[in-house]
């Protein structure tokens, strides 16, 4: 495992019947980053981090947090040592009021002043005028806002993005991109994506992932140029 | 405060019933403030957290026969028996609920009907002891706290409010605080709720335990207030009766159990007025609840005028 990786996973292989999921893969995360993952549909990227996240378990391989192996343990001990997860399909506490869905996350943190630390992270995202309408009647677009604001009240190491922008309108994108180039500094962010304009402009490192394997790995400029890169996602 | 308010103030209404109720409905009122007790604990499990669980009968039973035998085979005195009960329906809860918790929706009702029922055989099995069928009527002499006659009708009904207000007050401040929200946010999405670091067993484990001492001071109150502890209270009856009491009040409204019970109790005593066949009015009253108000009366209430409710 390398010393100064955040998270680093070795031979990781997640197979479902015949299908291979997650074949293998080695990776390694650098502190203070925004990494993006990116793939072809169906390359295993979402099954990735669903064990990196604990939410799927692991078939072999092993997984390092923060120097600490975390193979074994149940999801919500791995968002407790800071690693969050946002999820792909908004996850929201529909029925909660935003503000509850906030408080959620940042009580487990704070014992005091509850409620000044959940409308800061509101302020954040630009909820905070809302907080005490109910989430679910959100538009579909704070709703991912709000998703995000939850990974981050949760003041992660690492906050992994599941197609945040997925669904979203350009402008939305816009503001998104800025959220995200704010919290740098502050959390490592590991962004799955399939707006390559967003994973350009944000990214610090990228990953490709194809058949459940790693097809490249480098920086933006690096995998843009890669040919096997351009083969996997334009059929060639 | 206006929340703390409403809920001392229907405190206080209980308080002030005493000296209006005629002596039927005087005995009336102390049955269903005990009872509305065991309601708020199922509340607290299934209208709270969302575990729906058909073996509830297993806690209040737990509750009084630990009342029941402490007084009738260990000679104790009323108040150490009470605090009996109460403990025997938390470590009932706990010990069914580290097993019935690994399961989860439709399984979960299952296995909580299941060890509900092997509750049930094991007092009929033991009858020696308990009872059995016919259960144990306890001596008015060991129904006495300090020199007060718990089987006299005002010390009973202050009893009973007692315990009523205590359990409702104590239920208002669990919603509303830290672990309520991580309850209310594990029946909402739990899958959700475990990605900000929760641990969904124990969250769940900690309503079932919170639901298990109400249920047991529920049993334990009724014991001794009302003198008798039987094998009925065990069945599938008083497994399925606070769900309805709990629907038809408002699941998860902290009023919704005192309501529903007190709704309940007089529907079928009135029903019982005019016809053997009141169970099928109480039937129609769950049809029609479940065609036009289907959250329950204070659910309803909560959604069209008083959104403050909690």
Known sequence: MAAMSLLSARGLIRHFGGLRAVDGVDFDLAAGQIHALIGPNGAGKTTFVGLLSGRIPVQSGTIWFNGQDITRLPAHRRVALGLAYTFQITSIFAALSIYDNVALAVQRLHRRDLRA????????????????????????????????????????????????????????????KALVQGVVGQTTVLLIEHNMEVVMDLADRITVLDGGRVLAEGAPAEVRANRAVQAAYLGG | MRVWGFHLAVVALLFGLQFVLPPYHFTNFARIMVLAVFAMGYNIAFGVTGLLSLGHALLLAAGMYGTGLAISVLGWAALPALLAGLAAGGVMALAAGVLALRTAGVAFMIVTL???????????????????????????????????????????????????????????????????????????????????????????????????????????????????????????????????????????????????????????????????????????ALLVLVLFAPKGILGSLRERAWPWLP
Not at chain 2, 139 to 162: C, S, W
């Open chain 2, 114 to 284: 299941m060890f509900a029922q092997a509750g049930y055989l094991t007092i009929l099995y033991f009858g020696p002891v308990t009872g059995g069928d016919e259960g144990l009527v306890l001596a008015q002499g060991a129904r006495v706290i300090g020199g007060v006659d718990l089987a006299a009708d005002t010390p009973r009904y202050l009893v009973a409010l007692a315990l009523f207000a205590f359990a409702l007050l104590a239920n208002l401040a669990l919603v509303r605080s830290r672990l309520g929200r991580v309850m209310v946010a594990m029946r909402e999405n739990e899958e959700r709720s475990r990605m900000l670091g929760y641990n969904p067993f124990a969250v769940k484990l900690a309503a079932l335990v919170i639901s298990g001492l109400y249920a047991g001071a529920a049993g334990a109150a009724y014991a001794v207030l009302f003198g008798y502890v039987g094998a009925s209270f065990a069945g599938i009856q008083y497994s399925i009766l606070p769900l309805l009491w709990v629907l038809l009040g408002g699941a998860g409204v902290v009023l919704g159990p005192l309501v529903g019970v007190l709704v309940m109790f007089y529907l079928i005593d009135l029903a019982s007025g005019y016809t053997t066949a009141h169970l099928l009015v109480v039937g129609l």
């Open chain 1, 117 to 176: 630390h959940s409308m800061a992270h509101l302020a954040r995202v630009g909820l905070k005028g809302r907080a005490d309408q109910v989430a679910g009647t959100l538009a579909y677009g704070h709703q991912r806002l709000l998703e995000i604001a939850m990974g981050l009240a949760l003041e992660p190491r690492l906050l992994i993005l599941d197609e945040p922008t997925q669904g979203l309108a350009n402008a939305e994108i816009d503001g998104f």
